[in-house]
């Protein structure tokens, strides 16, 4: 499960009258990392979501905020699968600044495989594994 | 089909680095003036789309901005159906800061009843009708 | 320093595809509940940005999603401050459905007084610190 | 002021329970061309409100939602400057879903420009009007 690194540019609409990013915006840049991550192993979660019924369920997240990003910077995201089995999966983040390096936000995040119409734990269907990194 | 006032207090998030609120926040608190319409004439929102299978889709909306709403303003939401058929649903918004009546924004919407499985244009359910002042 | 308790109610906005509240709206509440918290405690969030030019930045949150929210249901957001000293603040989380008390999610935070225009750590000003608790 | 494309992909954060994109999220892609098409035109968007103090402010937007844009779609803003003095500027946008062409929605904006500090009404600087295409 090699890192991957996917960006984004900081939109007016993510900035607060901090006169900086406001701090729940990083979660959805670490679901587009997540979907870019999945687009690059050769996995189309939407695919998965409306053919196998099969949603990945955020259940934890933790993100350190070490330095502001600002309007239209843009942010290097390096996202690594550091567990991955058929019931759950774990994500750790580095934010960087990419002009410069500068880090802004270390996170991880944990996520279950759940049913989509019951929200209920199921494993992650098999034909997904090997991408996964399942053992 | 008389007007109704609805609240909203600018959260911290719905800022930008102008140090005002971002403007397509105006149409999140749109939602929830006709949310809280539909309570008041006794009508569940939730409840339609869960059982009925019918959405309200926005189809046109327009905002003018007239005075900057700021964080933790208190925002007074008037709301008014300006035309309901059986087919479309048209509401006219006033918002004003509630602590001095400043007006800050004014606003229009069109809705049409779609079905909720395949966004057809659908009519509106007859049990709905009376509600909703559709003739 | 008494829990206190807020209440928020589901935005259609805040909700995503999987039919449930996006989790980083979550973290939007938890700044509702302490922006509602300080008002409680006596102290006016926005006149301590504007007048003594000091921020309460958002160093590290924590959040686990326990249920799934849903559109129109009414949070209970109890918030504590449970570590307040000159230089930090920390708060826990517990937010219910208040229909039922089901427990949908459990987050802590932490944060830091930085001057607004540098963003440098201060502490925070004297006039403050008997409403913070801070002994 | 020849017409400019830009691309977003939709993210998971911008559906809603209808399975769409919630409509407020189209005012934030607008904004998104706005700002890359000032880059486009050699004009550094964050440079102007920095040091020349000048914001350009949303007065009035109009949306037309034509056809629902879904999570992942990859969609393709068409923006054109249609009106451009010392004082105005209104822009035009065309958004389709980049793999068919499918029309999705029409806006248009108008802005003025603003002081940064008193949000009063001033004149685009000197310096920037040609790029504009300020007459």
């Known amino acids: 499960m090699p890192e ?3 960006r984004v540019r900081v939109r007016y609409a993510e ?3 901090m006169g900086v990013v406001y ?3 990083y979660l959805v840049w670490m679901e587009v990392a997540r979907v870019d991550w999945c687009r690059e192993i050769g996995f189309d979660y939407r695919h998965m979501e409306a053919v ?3 949603v990945i369920a955020v ?3 933790t993100c350190r905020y ?3 990003a600002r309007f239209d910077d843009e942010i290097a ?3 690594e699968a550091i567990e991955s089995t058929s019931k759950l999966l774990k994500f750790r983040y580095d934010m960087r600044r990419a002009s410069d390096g500068r880090e802004i936000c270390t996170a991880e995040s ?3 495989y759940l049913s989509k119409d019951r929200f209920r734990p199921i494993r992650l269907p098999e034909k997904y594994r090997a991408a996964f990194g399942v053992k």
């Open 4 to 6: 991957f690194e996917t």
């Open 15 to 17: 900035t607060d009258q």
């Open 23 to 25: 701090h729940a915006n």
């Open 52 to 54: 196998d019924g099969v």
């Open 59 to 61: 259940v934890e997240v």
């Open 66 to 68: 070490l330095y502001p």
């Open 77 to 79: 995201i390096r996202i």
């Open 110 to 112: 944990m996520h279950l």
